[in-house]
């Protein structure tokens, strides 16, 4: 394929897929916007096929996310290479990540100082699940960590780094009033819950394996923020769930207690990515991993501690 592929009508391609404008990858590039057009089109004759989608926004087509992707990794195997034959030049590679907002509050921010030292300009992009894989698929993210077990892209892998742990917590002074006689459904429905956003579904999970029925409707507020969900469940403004990594130090302290009690809801994490990884993807790769069956559940260690 890179044999017939012009090296300059590929770079162009790709500037306009990552600016989602003609315009604005022309000015990236230092050229006109119709020096841009001409050369996606003559890289779309050249392939036989269109690439980009020019309305109502500029996005790949399915051929257009394989090439991206094609393009994308002759770069870091270019990065890869300079590394190689010239180890006293720096050269810095720009990664986009994808990282639930939970796990960047928790365990994967320590992952974010290491990558630091391994010359890799970094962007952690929090968005949710859905959104994320389509821009896994197009190739904007080269790994990303979430709850989908399959993988959703042909050459991919996703590989299952271990369980987050949540915890359904509220102030003692909230349980008091509002959970006396432990989580009950008629306290449910009456007392506030504290999710992420619209797209947090871990409550209503928790309610159908905790009450073994689906609750429709239960008064709710939205912070999306992990500090600021626990600032407001630490406020009295609700309930809620936690990973345990932050409420456990809350629980010890009195500041927070647990609501359902050997009740904790664990969620399966998987780490997606490229079959075959170049450097640097292969090292964070490895430093994901590492670090997620350090700080996460393990299914081996669950097993045990149920014994």
């Keep these: 394929m890179s ?3 012009n090296m ?34 003559r890289l779309e004759q050249s392939i036989g096929a269109l690439l980009l989608r020019r309305e109502p926004a500029v996005l790949p087509t399915k051929a257009g996310e394989e ?14 290479l300079l590394r190689r034959v010239m180890p006293g030049r720096a050269t810095t590679t720009a990664l986009a990540l994808a990282v639930n907002a ?13 990558l630091a030292q391994h010359h890799v300009a970094l962007e952690i992009v929090v968005d949710d699940q859905d959104h994320t894989l389509e821009a896994l698929a197009r190739g904007d993210v080269k790994g990303f960590r979430c709850t989908q077990p399959e993988p959703v892209v042909v050459r991919f892998v996703a590989e299952p780094v271990g369980q987050m742990r949540y915890q359904c917590v509220a102030t003692p002074a909230f349980a008091r009033e509002h959970f006396a006689g432990g989580l009950t459904l008629p306290g449910v ?4 819950g504290i999710l992420f956003d619209r797209e ?3 409550l209503d999970e928790f309610f159908e394996l905790h009450f ?6 239960y008064p709710r507020h939205y912070f999306p923020s992990p500090v600021a969900l626990l600032d407001a469940i630490l406020d009295d403004l ?20 647990v609501l359902a009690p050997q009740h904790d809801l664990m969620i399966d994490l998987y780490w997606h990515h490229w079959e075959q990884e170049p450097e640097p993807l292969a090292t964070i790769g490895a430093l994901v991993m590492e670090a997620g069956r350090r700080s996460l559940v393990q299914p081996t260690t669950r097993a045990e501690d149920a014994r």
């Design 200 to 202: 947090d579904a871990l």
């Design 67 to 80: 090439v991206f992707r094609h393009f994308m990794m002759v770069r870091l195997h270019e990065d890869e």
């Design 238 to 257: 609700g309930y809620g769930l936690v990973p345990a990594m932050q409420a456990e130090p809350l629980i010890g302290s009195g500041r927070l207690v």
């Design 8 to 41: 300059l009508e590929l770079e162009t391609f790709a500037s306009v897929v990552e600016q989602r404008s003609f315009t604005h990858a022309a000015v990236a590039l230092n050229i006109s916007s119709a020096a841009a057009t001409r050369r996606v089109k």
């Design 102 to 114: 939970d796990s960047l509050a928790t365990w994967f921010e320590p992952v974010t100082r290491e």
């Design 189 to 192: 429905l009456e007392a506030t």
């Design 212 to 217: 073994g029925v689906t609750i429709g409707r």
């Design 3 to 5: 044999a017939m592929l």
